[in-house]
């Protein structure tokens, strides 16, 4: 006859579980605390949310003419800034990747380099490059070209670290050079890895050009400053709507292309 096995008073109770759970709140709570959060406030103006939601129910349909331009703009800013990082991603990252290149000093001194240019906030960036180049949509193309090199460029090295290195050595045999072993045994394990980074990257990049715009660097972002500074919340409505629409073919190519590639 078969029996149960025997379960501990651990087991039997889920004790692991509720402690996991009981620190995990307590740890909330204790960083909220430590962090100044008034919930209280949170409560006493959730009103407000409800009060801009109501001026923002009725979008102002004519102003679709005025934001098209703006949202093309944002739309090559994030395409342009995005494609630069990329592009000067790839071949950095494989200096990064540590079953290509074995020398620590330098796949440290590079991952150190990106690690640095990943700390750097994309307001900060756009800041600075207004002052260099001016107002206009050049400076959030270069803060977007940096912060997509910074980012690829972390996400592809991973991905080739984790690639067969089965083709590696059979090139490494027969006597091929690095070069030679990146084309052809490296590049097409990964090439679909790299579209599916390109293609979320930009999905980013086109919901983070609207912040960039609040500085100046132009795009749909600088419209949705104008419609909040004067409380034309109806125009804020729109330029929102037509940033959803955006974002939304964007992340559907993106799944399109995904499926297809991987």
Not at 2 to 30: A, C, D, E, Y
Request: with cysteine; aromatic share 10%; hydrophobic share 55%.
């Amino acid at each position: 006859m078969n029996h149960l096995p025997q379960r501990t008073l651990m087991q039997k109770w889920h004790l692991k579980s509720l402690s996991s759970v009981l620190i995990f709140v307590i740890l909330l709570i204790g960083s909220a605390k430590v962090c100044g959060i008034n919930w209280s406030s949170l409560n006493q103006n959730f009103s407000q949310f409800f009060d801009l939601f109501k001026k923002m129910a009725h979008p102002q349909w004519s102003y679709v003419t005025v934001v098209i331009q703006p949202i093309i703009e944002t739309i090559k800013m994030a395409l342009i800034g995005t494609t630069l990082g990329s592009i000067i991603a790839l071949p950095i990252c494989v200096f990064a990747a540590r079953n290509i290149v074995t020398n620590k000093i330098v796949t440290t001194s590079i991952r150190f380099l990106l690690n640095i240019i990943r700390t750097l906030p994309d307001l900060m960036l756009a800041a600075l490059f207004v002052a260099i180049v001016g107002i206009g949509p050049l400076a959030g193309i270069l803060t977007l070209a940096i912060f997509s090199f910074g980012m690829v460029s972390k996400l592809f090295y991973e991905a080739i670290e984790t690639i067969d290195s089965g083709p590696l050595e059979a090139l490494q045999a027969v006597g091929a050079n690095k070069i030679q072993i990146i084309v052809f045994a490296v590049l097409p394990q990964v090439i679909n890895n790299f579209v599916s980074y390109f293609l979320y990257t930009l999905e980013i990049n086109v919901r983070a050009s609207t912040v960039l715009g609040y500085l100046g660097a132009g795009g749909i972002g600088v419209y949705l400053q104008r419609s909040l500074d004067s409380f034309n919340y109806q125009q804020t409505a729109v330029i929102i709507l037509a940033i959803l629409v955006v974002v939304l073919i964007i992340d559907g190519l993106s799944n399109y292309l995904r499926e297809k590639l991987l």
